[in-house]
Nanobody, 124 residues
Framework: VQLQASGGGLVQAGGSLRLSCAAS????????MGWFRQAPGKEREFVAS????????HYLDSVKGRFTISRDNAKNMGYLEMDSLKPEDTAVYYC??????????????????WGQGTLVTVSS
């Protein structure tokens, strides 16, 4: 299973970005999917997760109402739409897939497969 995240960049506060995660080597619909982020000097933290069918989602409290996770299993793609970005959202964002659950989970250890990360920088 390989995941490749893309779509990061530099954006001003209040702006938007859409991250993409391309999956290969697996039947993507069999996996739960999540997005995590890691800011400099901080531990990796959960951002959002989505069930295999897209019906259930779960978010970090600080991004609720601003970020939207979605997936297209036919295309083996996952997405994270980020709106109203804040400087504190600056981090490397990672997509991840979990073979351990087809539902939603914020537990980092549940995810066996990780993308390489894409940097999001939000300027004030």
């Amino acid at each position: 299973v390989q995941l490749q995240a893309s779509g990061g960049g530099l954006v001003q506060a209040g702006g938007s970005l859409r991250l993409s995660c391309a999956a290969s080597g697996c039947t993507f619909g069999n996996y739960g999917m999540g997005w995590f982020r890691q800011a400099p000097g901080k531990e990796r933290e959960f951002v959002a997760s989505i069930s295999w069918n897209g019906f259930n989602t779960h978010y970090l409290d600080s991004v609720k109402g601003r970020f939207t996770i979605s997936r297209d299993n036919a295309k083996n793609m996952g997405y994270l739409e980020m709106d109203s970005l804040k400087p504190e959202d600056t981090a490397v964002y990672y997509c991840a897939a979990s073979p351990r659950t087809s539902g939603t989970t914020g537990q980092l250890w549940m995810y066996d497969y990780w993308g390489q990360g894409t940097l999001v920088t939000v300027s004030s």
